[in-house]
């Protein structure tokens, strides 16, 4: 019987590598010589050895043969049985020299040690990235070739990597086998663990080059690195717009398709996104988690308490760069711009009515679909917009928040004041483009040029007569019913 004394007497001639066994050294020869002699009779793969090539034919036939005997785990090799019993015996038996990291596997100390060389030995044949793992290059070609060839058995989601595949089953199944040592808390992968332990430890490994933000995860920090260089790489083949982030041009994609994946099991409300459905539960729930420390008024989200905030330290952050005008919030900044530019991107597709904002565009549905969602308690009218609800109450409650300074007059709504000081300052900043006369507002000038046009847009539904305006309508009707409006 051969023993074996650490001596290595056959070498290999091309790189000068010794082995202690004449059968290894042929074996390693077939690498320079491209001899695979053992070809795989499922996918014409061929192999060097013939048991690496009976190893392979098990990811055909997923054959398991090796069993853990702690935790009953199944492997195609022995060797890949050897290593897992490390995860539980905790053994590390290569270790790094440089800083001392160790790895269960020898194969992850030879990639970690890509991370102290720098070397990066697969590059990408189309964009020239180069990576340190020949997977990860073949992943990251999978963003060139549209590639996803991980399907999902349940719903037939397609994936670029088998983890991502295997991950995204436990939300069918709903296995969570990685705890939290501290809170208990169950995670479907080890990464999520590892960033949930961060909330524990307060840990942010992350840092903005520029303002010195911090972050728990390398993609956030990335991200927020966007808000600096106004990067927006991602952009929408339907209507152009760009977004900072994938996850963003996914839930802007939503618009286009009228997808709502989310919804409420109380009401039945379906939301683009989950976190619009974690607020509106909120409603049903009662819950405001977010208080204000001056006023004690409670907020179901955190964002709507820091612009809540603004309204006691009067701060505007948000400038229009045309008039100076000062905004709490960026949107609103934003939305007053198109005042300037007339831009109205936001389109009805039953009537082409186009409108500055989304907001705008969903009220001005509801003179199609006749939705009033919010109602009066007291006496039950209802109102297509939340404003004209509140605007409302006020005559139940008899607020009048609006007061002149000039006479002390009390109004319900701001606009009615802003038009009441007219009264006093003279203003009158709609002309007639006929004749020139100028009129307090703008309804009353519209009004005026009828008697330009001739236009009578209200008829009577008894007799048809046409009015200009509509209270000589209604008090035509009168003549008609008896009823005095």
């Known amino acids: 019987m051969q023993t074996h004394t650490g001596e290595k007497p056959a070498s290999c001639k091309v790189l000068g590598s010794s082995f202690t066994r004449k059968q290894n050294l042929v074996i390693h020869m077939r690498s320079h010589t491209k001899g695979k002699q053992f070809p795989c009779v499922v996918c014409d793969s061929s192999f060097t050895q013939r048991k690496t090539m009976l190893q392979h034919l098990r990811t055909h036939t997923e054959e398991k043969p090796y069993s853990c005997e702690v935790c009953g785990s199944s492997f195609s090799s022995k060797q890949y049985l050897a290593i897992h019993v490390r995860t539980h015996t ?34 990408c044949e189309i964009c020239g990235s180069s990576f340190t793992q020949r997977t990860s290059m073949l992943q990251h070609m999978r963003t060139h070739t549209g590639e996803k060839p991980y399907s999902c058995k349940v719903c ?36 999520v663990l590892a960033l949930h332990m961060r909330t524990h430890t307060g840990e942010k490994p992350y840092s903005c080059e520029v303002c010195g933000s911090s972050f728990t995860q390398r993609t956030n920090m990335l991200k927020h690195m966007r808000t600096h260089t106004g990067e927006k790489p991602y952009s929408c083949e339907v209507c152009g717009s760009s977004f900072s982030s994938k996850p963003y041009l996914c839930i802007h994609m939503r618009t286009h398709t009228g997808e709502k994946p989310y919804s409420c099991e109380v009401c039945g409300s379906f939301f683009t996104k989950k976190r619009d459905l974690v607020i509106h539960m909120q409603k049903h729930n009662g819950e405001k988690p977010y208080s204000c420390e001056v006023c004690g008024s409670s907020f179901n989200r955190k964002y709507d308490l820091t612009i809540h905030m603004r309204t006691h330290t009067g701060e505007k952050p948000y400038s229009c760069e045309v008039c100076g005008s000062s905004f709490t919030q960026r949107a609103s900044m934003l939305q007053h711009m198109r005042t300037h530019t007339g831009e109205k991107p936001y389109s009805c597709e039953v009537c082409g009515s186009s409108f500055s904002s989304k907001q705008y565009l969903a009220i001005h549905m509801r003179t199609h679909t006749g939705e009033k969602p919010y109602s009066c308690e007291v006496c039950g009218s209802s109102f297509t917009k939340k404003q004209d609800l509140i605007i409302h109450m006020r005559k139940h409650t008899g607020e009048k928040p609006y007061s002149c300074e000039v006479c002390g007059s009390s109004s319900y709504r701001k606009y009615d004041l802003t038009i009441h000081m007219r009264t006093h300052t003279g203003e009158k900043p709609y002309s007639c483009e006929v004749c020139g006369s100028s009129f307090t507002m703008r309804t009353s000038m519209l009004q005026h040029m009828r008697t330009h046009t001739g236009e009578k847009p209200y008829s009577c539904e008894v007799c048809g007569c046409s009015f200009t305006q509509k209270i000589n309508m209604l008090r035509h009707l009168q003549t008609h019913t008896g009823v005095k409006q």
């Open 90 to 123: 905790g053994e590390k038996p290569y270790s790094c020299e440089v800083c001392g990291s160790s790895f269960n596997r020898k194969y992850n100390l030879t990639i970690h040690m890509r991370t102290h060389t720098g070397e990066k030995p697969y590059p």
């Open 156 to 191: 037939s989601s397609h994936f670029t990597q088998k983890k991502s595949m295997l991950q995204h089953m436990r939300a069918h199944t709903g296995e969570k086998p990685y705890s939290c040592e501290v809170c208990g808390s169950s995670f479907s992968s080890k990464k």
